[in-house]
């Protein structure tokens, strides 16, 4: 009975030993997880815009925060050669505060909260892993880059190759809406004219500047300075859209300079980014078996709505369909 008490007593004594040495061995503190990831496997950007990635797509996988995350290398997908471009700095504007475009409409206010810094087109943001592209991409060739990032903390520093691909593609312009009808003057009588042909011709990568130009089925422009094209009601036109200039009129086109993008920059309620038309019968002729009668009591409202993504210096053009300006 003494014998076993006395093994007892020797077990109980070695245990005690081995937790006393386990408690001075150091722990390392923190944990990174072999499995982070962003939720995304390919980030679609339309480049030379600003874009963030949802603040939610680094998924650390139960990494103890805080973290720091690093671009570690960016390459092209198909030939795997470093791409320096995303990471070397660029000049660009950049918004010191928040920008309110329903209050921020002057270009002086504008200037007051933004300048000119150098930065690089992708940024990831060290404390969450957020991916953020601006501007400065536009000049980056289309395509598929795959990316490496590093993960660190208190626990140490792990590097993930390929961790997720960047696709940059190119979209400048928008068309969105577009329709046409015939109006019986003085009547609620209407028809179907069919939608107009939008297109755009980019002049110049320079400037925030676009020229709108509504023309008959020939390409003969209407002109806005002669009651040729005007409101219709209450409803939105060109100008409604423009915040920072005031629209400059020609003998064929409407001039706006819009200072950021995209243009439009907000819908307007109900309407989205639409604008409205009345070309006045005076000024047209639709063609036979498209209105009625012959008779030139019809006036053609056209409708449409386009944005621009990309700065630079444009030319819109509306095209109406089935008539031609009287007088051309």
Known sequence: ???LHHIYEKGLLVLLVIAAFMSCKKVIPGYISDQIRYVDDTFRVPKGTYYTADSRSFQGDGTSYPLNVKLVDIRDLATGQSVKAFTDSQEILVFTKLFDPNKDTTVE????????????PLQIVEKSGQLIVNNGSINIPNGNYTFD????????????????VLQLYLVEFQDISKG???FKNNTTTSGDIGSPGVTYRKLSN????????????????????????IRRGDRP???????????QYTDTTMICDFEVTPFPLMEV????????????????????????????IYSVNPRFSFRLLVPGTYEVTVQVPKVTRKGS
Request: charged share 20%; with cysteine; net charge positive.
């Open 1 to 3: 009975m003494k014998s």
């Open 109 to 120: 206010q504008l200037n007051a909260i933004r300048t000119k810094q150098r930065v690089p």
């Open 149 to 164: 990032i590093s993960v660190s903390n208190e626990r140490g520093s792990k590097v993930f190759r390929n961790i997720s």
């Open 180 to 182: 046409c009808a015939w």
């Open 206 to 229: 320079d400037g925030f500047r676009v020229i709108l130009k509504i023309t008959d089925k020939n390409g003969t422009p209407f002109n806005p300075k002669t009651g040729e094209l």
């Open 237 to 247: 036109v060109f100008e409604s859209y423009s915040r920072f200039h005031p629209v």
């Open 269 to 296: 309620p109900g309407y989205g980014y639409l604008m409205y038309y009345r070309i006045p019968s005076d000024f047209v002729q639709i063609d036979p078996g498209v209105a009625p009668t012959p008779d030139p």
